[in-house]
C-alpha cells in the first residue's frame, strides 16, 4: 500500500508561481509512474502532467504545457509540480497519483491510477 501526501497549496495572484510536492510511502517509489491531477467542484478530475518511473519522459495537458514543469527525486521519494505564471483558471484540487501503468501516456487516464493522495487546495486570484 502506497501512501502519498501533497503540500505546497496556497492562495496565490495570477502570474505568480508555486511548488506542489507529493511524498510517498509504503512502497519502491522508483517502480511507480506518478501524476498530477487536479479538480473543481462539478467536474471531473483532470490530467495535469505525468513521469516515467526515472525521470526521463514527461507528458503534459495542453493546457499547462510551458508553464508546469514535473520532476521527482527518487532519492526522497517525491515528485513536484512546478507552476510558473499561474491563472485564475488553475484554481483547483490537485492530486497526487501513483500508477504501475507500463504505457506512460496512458496516465492520462484517472482511471489508471493505483493511489491517490488527499489532494491540496491552489486558489490564483485575479
Known amino acids: 500500500q502506497v501512501q502519498l501526501v501533497e503540500s505546497g497549496g496556497g492562495l496565490v495572484q495570477a502570474g505568480d508561481s508555486l511548488r506542489l510536492s507529493c511524498a510517498a510511502s509504503?512502497?519502491?517509489?522508483?517502480?511507480?509512474?506518478m501524476g498530477w491531477f487536479r479538480q473543481v467542484p462539478g467536474k471531473e478530475r483532470e490530467f495535469v502532467a505525468c513521469?516515467?518511473?526515472?525521470?526521463?519522459?514527461?507528458f503534459y495537458a495542453d493546457s499547462v504545457k510551458g508553464r508546469f514543469t514535473i520532476s521527482r527525486d527518487n532519492a526522497k521519494n517525491t515528485v513536484y509540480l512546478q507552476m510558473n505564471s499561474l491563472k485564475p483558471e488553475d484554481t483547483a484540487v490537485y492530486y497526487c497519483?501513483?500508477?504501475?501503468?507500463?504505457?506512460?501516456?496512458?496516465?492520462?487516464?484517472?482511471?489508471?491510477?493505483?493511489?491517490w493522495g488527499q489532494g491540496t487546495q491552489v486558489t490564483v486570484s485575479s
Open positions: 513521469i516515467s518511473r526515472s525521470g526521463g519522459t514527461t
Open positions: 509504503g512502497g519502491i517509489f522508483s517502480s511507480y509512474a
Open positions: 497519483a501513483a500508477s504501475t501503468v507500463v504505457q506512460l501516456r496512458v496516465l492520462a487516464n484517472p482511471n489508471i491510477v493505483n493511489y
